[in-house]
């Protein structure tokens, strides 16, 4: 119920009217960006189970080529295959706005630009097998950049969906069915008003015309 302390007046009517009429429409934006930010998130999330699926698989193949070059290879030898890489990778990020939401966008690039150059060893001296694991980490480093991109946009998403809602749930639970109350509350009393306005100009009315009576 509409508190009494309200002062009802035409003024605070007008008012009211048009602080609902901002929130009504607010609430509509704030869904509408709901409702979009709900189907990014959804489309993304179908992209991130796709990709930590190729990623799991891709470290599942590399961990057997490993295991099978670490069988084939003696501790030291593989130690010392790996000891001094010839490639090296700088990361970089960068932002875009999803929703008023800035997410990440994460790339890379390579210091040798020779897809050779990710071995850093001959291939006199070692097994194929370390071959095949170092190809396939290569292979699953993209997916796994791609794969944290999705993962923090997600996250970031979620979080305003949350924020989103909660301000949709205010205006439609508490503040527009607040500010409508007050609105009835009031137009109530101003026609309450008004009848007795019009009451007392009736009595008034009753009074001049019986005294004009008696005058004659």
Do not use: W
């Not at 009504?24 to 796709?50: C, I, P, S, W, Y």
């Not at 170092?134 to 950049?145: E, H, K, Q």
Request: aromatic letters at 4%; hydrophobic letters at 40%.
């Amino acid at each position: 119920m509409a508190s009494t302390t309200i002062n009802p007046t035409r003024m605070e009517l007008t008012r009211l009217k048009t602080r609902l009429k901002t929130a009504t429409r607010g609430h509509k934006l704030l869904k509408d960006k709901r409702d979009e930010l709900m189907r990014q998130f959804l489309e993304l999330v179908r992209k991130n189970r796709a990709l930590r699926t190729k990623v799991e698989a891709g470290l599942e193949a590399a961990n057997r080529a490993m295991s099978a070059a670490s069988a084939a290879m003696s501790p030291a030898e593989l130690s010392a295959a790996l000891l001094s890489p010839k490639q090296s990778v700088e990361l970089t990020v960068s932002t875009v706005n999803i929703m008023s939401v800035n997410t990440p966008v994460y790339g890379f690039t390579t210091r040798n630009p020779d897809p050779s150059g990710i071995y850093p060893y001959g291939f006199a001296s070692t097994a194929g097998e370390l071959d095949d694991a170092i190809n396939a980490l290569s292979g699953v480093f993209s997916d796994m950049l791609e794969l944290a991109q999705a993962e923090k946009t997600c996250q970031l998403l979620a979080q305003e969906i949350e924020r989103t809602r909660r301000r949709v749930n205010a205006l439609e639970y508490v503040m527009i069915p607040d500010m409508q109350e007050k609105i009835r509350y009031i137009s109530m009393k101003l026609q309450e008003n008004e009848r007795s306005n019009t009451v007392r100009l009736m009595k008034v009315k009753d009074l001049v015309l019986n005294e004009a009576h008696d005058f004659k």
